[in-house]
Every structure is written in structure tokens, then in C-alpha cells.
Antibody, heavy 116, light 108 residues
Framework: EVQLVESGGGLVQPGGSLRLSCAAS????????MSWVRQAPGKGLEWVAN????????YYVDSVKGRFTISRDNAENSLYLQMSSLRAEDTALYYC?????????WGQGILVTVSS | DIQMTQSPSTLSASVGDRVIITCRAS??????LAWYQQKPGKAPKLLIY???NLESGVPSRFSGSGSGTEFTLTISSLQPDDFATYYC??????????FGPGTKVDIK
């Protein structure tokens, strides 16, 4: 069974930093593109970032370019999202997602709140 | 960038109704379009990929059609478990993914 478990969320002040982690199991992590998708409270889904199997390609939504960095550790079956210069509009539930047929497997999400 | 729209934004329906949700893209997607269902407090669930392919385990009352810039998700006979929000998503490349704004299906 595929499991994706996010951690590292919480309350952070504007301008601050936070690192999200996602522990993956139940599939061959090193063979999968992985993504982060977020959802602001009461709003729709927004794709945030993608990373290729070997980490050689990374893509971001325009609103986080230069502030967020996606990375992975295939030896640890883990995905990361380093977030810096956080803004109030980054407040959201962040999902770790495995790309299979499409976004076929999702974690339960982790809440990030940016507020003073 | 590709922009996605959905209509309607909200749909009120009864159990047994046939429900159709439309998704339009600002550029051609070929068939690289997926549909997701999300219930309150839950992660989204993939229903349809590549416009018309039913994800494993998804009931056959769900179907998808379309290509190019216009797509539809049809629920042939709405069931109580189907009241949720539905999102379309384009995935023409691995570089950028875009979701539609969502369609909430609620009880009439």
C-alpha cells in the first residue's frame, strides 16, 4: 500500500522559513516523479513543485520560484520542500503527491500557517 | 501558461441525477486532462486520467470525455457518496500542472 506522510508544518512568521518532509513507502520511490500541491483554507488546489526521479529536473509554480526548493533523498525514500521568505498567501495545507498515472497517490496533508 | 476553467462552479442535484461538469483549457491539451474528487477534510482522489481513462477502483458511473480544449466529467446516476468538489487538471508536460477552480456538487 502506498503511504505518503508529511511532517514539518506549523506556524511561522512572515519572512520566515520552514522545511516540509514527506516519508514515502509502499512503492519504488526512486522511480517516481514527486510533487507538492497546496490548498489554501476554503480554496482550490494549486500545484507547487515537481521533481524528477533522480532530482535532475525541478519545476515550480511562478509564485514560489526563488523562495521554495524541492528536493529528495532516494536512499531515505523522502521528499522535501524548503520554504523561505514565507508570505501570508503561502498559508495552506501542503500535500505530498506521487505521480503515477497522474497525481494518483496523495498524503494526508500538513498545515502551514504564515502569520504574525 | 495554460489556464483552466470549470462550469458550473456549483451544481445542486438529487440522488439518481445525471451530472455533467465541463472543463475548458486556454490551449490544446490533446488528452492530457485528469479529474479529481475531493471531500471535506480529505485529500483529492484521482477519478479519470488522460481524459477518459477510469482510475482503478473508481465506479463505472464516472466517465470522462473530450480532447483539445473542452472536456466533460459525467456521473451517470448520482449517489450519496458523490457529493463533493470536483477538479480538472491539465498535465501536458512534467513542467507545469494546472488545476481548474473546482465544481462543488451539493444536495438539491
Amino acid at each position: 500500500e502506498v503511504q505518503l506522510v508529511e511532517s514539518g508544518g506549523g506556524l511561522v512568521q512572515p519572512g520566515g522559513s520552514l522545511r516540509l518532509s514527506c516519508a514515502a513507502s509502499g512503492f519504488t520511490f526512486s522511480s517516481s516523479w514527486m510533487s507538492w500541491v497546496r490548498q489554501a483554507p476554503g480554496k482550490g488546489l494549486e500545484w507547487v513543485a515537481n521533481i524528477k526521479q533522480d532530482g535532475s529536473e525541478k519545476y515550480y509554480v511562478d509564485s514560489v520560484k526563488g523562495r521554495f526548493t524541492i528536493s529528495r533523498d532516494n536512499a531515505e525514500n523522502s521528499l522535501y520542500l524548503q520554504m523561505s521568505s514565507l508570505r501570508a498567501e503561502d498559508t495552506a495545507l501542503y500535500y505530498c503527491v506521487r505521480y503515477s498515472t497522474c497525481f494518483g497517490d496523495w498524503g494526508q496533508g500538513i498545515l502551514v500557517t504564515v502569520s504574525s | 501558461d495554460i489556464q483552466m476553467t470549470q462550469s458550473p462552479s456549483t451544481l445542486s442535484a438529487s440522488v439518481g441525477d445525471r451530472v455533467i461538469i465541463t472543463c475548458r483549457a486556454s490551449q490544446t491539451l490533446s488528452s492530457w486532462l485528469a479529474w479529481y474528487q475531493q471531500k471535506p477534510g480529505k485529500a483529492p482522489k484521482l477519478l479519470i486520467y488522460k481524459a477518459s481513462n477510469l482510475e482503478s477502483g473508481v465506479p463505472s458511473r464516472f466517465s470522462g470525455s473530450g480532447s483539445g480544449t473542452e472536456f466533460t466529467l459525467t456521473i451517470s446516476s448520482l449517489q450519496p457518496d458523490d457529493f463533493a468538489t470536483y477538479y480538472c487538471q491539465q498535465y501536458t508536460t512534467y513542467r507545469i500542472f494546472t488545476f481548474g477552480p473546482g465544481t462543488k456538487v451539493d444536495i438539491k
